[in-house]
């Protein structure tokens, strides 16, 4: 059964980084696209940001662009999300998702077909 587990979340100040960490199990990612989604409590899940299946290409949301940086380990089968400069509203319970063969980044969560189970960050004033 395809997993993807998350790790690296945790309670910061404003202004402090994190790295996320996403680890997957039952699934080669070295040909998909993989993404970071986050939703915060009583809203919506928003996409945050993309890579493609090389690493080649990135996306990202607005609110996050020069401070956020995802990357990807194929040899590790892992995917990352450097968080810096972070602010009270990244605060939110972050999703890793892993898309399709060959997928370019992608803001539609109807692209990715596996789903993690989410690790929460929150980001005191």
């Known amino acids: 059964q395809v997993q993807l587990v998350e790790s690296g979340g945790g309670l910061v100040q404003a202004g402090d980084s994190l790295r996320l960490s996403c680890v997957a199990s039952?699934?080669?990612?070295?040909?998909?696209?993989m993404g970071w989604f986050r939703q915060a409590s009583g809203k919506e899940r928003e996409f945050v940001a993309g890579?493609?299946?090389?690493?080649?290409?990135?996306y990202y949301t607005d609110s996050v662009k020069g401070r956020f940086t995802i990357s990807r380990d194929n040899a590790k089968n892992t995917v990352y999300l450097e968080m810096n400069s972070l602010k009270p509203e990244d605060t939110a319970v972050y999703y890793c998702?892993?898309?399709?063969?060959?997928?370019?980044?992608?803001?539609?969560?109807?692209?990715?077909?596996?789903w993690g189970q989410g690790t929460q960050v929150t980001v005191s004033s």
């Open positions: 998702a892993a898309g399709r063969a060959f997928q370019r980044p992608s803001p539609q969560p109807s692209d990715y077909v596996y």
């Open positions: 890579i493609s299946w090389s690493g080649g290409g990135t």
């Open positions: 039952e699934l080669s990612i070295s040909i998909i696209g």
